[in-house]
């Protein structure tokens, strides 16, 4: 049976992986190729780039360090960030990237989910959101959380899936950064309602965090940032406690 | 030298970057006195079948392969490569493949018991059914990384290795010199390799 993933998440900006404290603070961490060998040596299951970057310069530094990546790395890549057209898709693909996340591109123009998913297959095609709960309710949020876009978010995850996307990244802004677990209640009623894979992002502060999440069954993937740059948690004791607590992984 | 047949359909980034950083010469072509020269060929694949198989039939690589593969040179298909070796495939309508592997490609939808996900996308672990030389540097339960939404059937006898996923999924086929995977060994971290690096030795 396939195995639970995990995945670390690299924000790339200028061809090198940032982690910001917060907003304002943002740190220098590594270069993406020593960060994407140190994870692949420590059994990360995918790796996903995110480019933060604004200008044109720092996209050709992004597509220069995805490259050097593909052509070191043989994990599945997924890359994300100022993904608005086929040309986009078209760009990263042609570096190495195996799957392309959409999130902002798809609310300027959702049929880019159709149009990407039928050129490059479902699988290629990630539909990433940005979910904050607004008077009770599930909002997609656009510009890195900052715009309340008013979007349904089980709406959206729904209409997705029924254009083509391959998979869901559900990030959690309620509880992205507070490392008190994932957003369960909010991953639970995204999974009940599709049946591609969900990847939950958003919350991991430790261990048992994503055991709790497995347990829970709402997603096939753990997705975090910090805590593996920081190492916090070192991603193969990760998935070793895992394994011992019945949630198969590949060890 | 590893001839990668170039035919419009993949992205082969991956696949000669791998071979490469196993020190594996390697070269993307769609040239046939290339191929036909080369020590070994991969077929790669990715997207629908019917396209494919046109795209392989419009080039003129389904004799080539053919001969290939009656003259004993090794050939390894992967993923929607290694669906191209069988008979036929059922992927929306009924469509012709190289015939180099007994058997046919059919959906996994409404094999698999509802709550599997379709694609069958993830690691899974491969349990090996025959000794091969392709094994040579793996061991049973090493996991690889599958993409896909059809999968080999009535290919038994030539099954090396199969992934469980409600339904026992040919992940390695073998007949005579031709291999197929179903799954990506150039995604499947230094298992993937391991099993390009002992194709590259057969």
Known sequence: MITKRIIPCLDVRNGRVVKGVN???????ASPVELAHFYNDSGADELVFYDITASFEGRALFTDALTQVASEIFIPLTVGGGINTLDDFDRVLKCGADKVSVNSGAIKDPSIIEKAAKKYGDQCVVLSMDIKRVDGKFHIFSKGGRIDTGIDALEWAKMGENNGAGELVVNSIDTDGVKQGFDLEMLQKISDLVSIPVIASGGAGKKEDFLELFRAGVADAGLAASIFHFKEVNIMDLKRYLNENDIEMRI | MIAIIDYGCGNLFSLSSSLRSLGIECKITGDKDEITAADKIILPGVGAFGDAAKKLRDCGMVELLRDQATQGKPILGICLGMQLLFEKSFEYGA??????????????????????KIPHMGWNKLNLAKADPIFKYIEPGDYMYFVHSFYARNCVENTLAFAEYGVAVPAIVRSGSVYGMQFHP?????KGLALLKAFSEL
Do not use: N, R, Y
């Open chain 2, 186 to 190: 150039e995604k499947s971290g230094a």
């Open chain 2, 95 to 116: 469509h012709a493949g190289l015939g180099l592997i007994k058997g046919f490609v059919g959906p996994l939808e409404g094999q698999v018991p509802k709550g599997l």
């Open chain 1, 23 to 29: 907003f304002e603070g943002i740190q220098d961490v």
